[in-house]
């Protein structure tokens, strides 16, 4: 039906960009993308650094990035600010956005198919929680809210340089997480909105998987020529976080470990800010949390079949 974007990982503005020139590549020039919020509800980048200094650093900070703490085998990401113009490597989209807002355009989506939309959610919350804030009705019109975000109990599972250095952001902080971090206000908004399924994808899956050369090379052999080509630039050794939320809908059969769980964030600031809150029934304060289905554990292997085969059906469409 869509893509919306927000800022998270990079600002909204550069999430649009690679979102326009993705549907170019893939020859699906007729969805549109609607661009988000620029900023988080409340927290900020001058926040987050004061966090830092009361509570120590973060080892991943998105848009705000503008350097790894110690040495990491993944490189540094170009710092850039909220406004700045958008250039990307390669040459930007002839597509241009939809003048309409995130928010608007999901609270018009599930009026016209109430109960029929599933929204996958890559990024922080912010677009949901304005939404929400806006149509009291827009969550409870939703067939299903599948995120990826929060962090229960992670483990390093993979024995490698890219996985030890990607543990170090759990290794003592075991419930804190990016996309909530970002925008804790707008992650408890969401987790006390009436959805009628939830399905929450943690970081805790994600430790069992990783963008390895190998799959690189399957995905690359697989993929329309365009897509190839836009792989072969891709970088290895970074986790399967939101491959993982898309691969659940297209096959739910990927999850080998779940649990129901009453699911909120910390939204007091200090040391525990953005931590994820749970509770099995019974056991949960009563605020308005609403049962999700967390997703624990899933098999890699067939996460990365599902992934190929999608990449050889998109070959197939596209006749290359």
């Not at 993308?33 to 620029?38: E, K």
Request: a negative charge.
């Amino acid at each position: 039906m869509g893509i919306t974007t927000v800022s998270g990982d990079v600002w909204a503005n550069r999430a649009t960009a690679l979102a326009l020139r993705g549907l170019g590549l893939t020859g699906r020039e007729d969805i549109p993308v609607a661009q988000g919020a620029t900023f988080p509800l409340l927290n900020s980048e001058a926040a987050t650094a004061r966090w830092e200094g009361l509570y120590g650093k973060l080892v991943w900070k998105g848009a705000w990035m503008r350097d790894w703490v110690e040495p990491t085998v993944q490189s540094t990401p170009e710092y850039h600010g909220p406004f700045d113009p958008v250039e990307l490597p390669g040459g930007n989209s002839h597509l241009q956005k939809s003048e309409e807002i995130a928010a608007n355009f999901l609270i018009r989506m599930v009026h016209q198919y109430p109960g029929e939309i599933t929204i996958v959610a890559c990024g922080p919350l912010t677009n949901l929680a304005l939404a929400q804030r806006l149509d009291p009705q827009f969550a409870s019109l939703v067939g299903e809210l599948v995120y990826m975000g929060g962090s229960f109990n992670p483990q390093q599972v993979l024995k490698d340089q890219s996985a030890a250095e990607f543990a170090r952001e759990f290794e003592n902080t075991p419930r804190r997480e990016f996309n909530v971090a970002f925008d804790p206000e707008a992650a408890s908004i969401v987790s006390r909105s009436p959805w009628r399924k939830l399905t929450v994808i943690p970081v805790d899956p994600s430790t069992a998987t990783q963008r390895t050369p190998g799959l690189l090379a399957r995905l690359e052999k697989a993929a329309p020529s365009k897509v190839a080509a836009f792989i072969a630039g891709l970088e290895p050794g970074f986790p399967l976080w939101d491959e993982i939320a898309a691969g659940y809908v297209l096959d739910p059969g990927i999850v080998t470990k779940a649990d129901q769980l009453y699911v909120d964030y910390v939204t007091d600031f200090g040391p525990k800010y953005g931590a994820t809150l749970s509770w099995h029934e019974h056991y949960q304060p009563g605020l308005g949390e609403r049962k999700a289905n967390v997703v624990l554990a899933i098999d890699p292997a067939r996460l990365e079949d599902l992934m190929v085969t999608a990449m050889r059906e998109g070959a197939q469409r596209q006749g290359n």
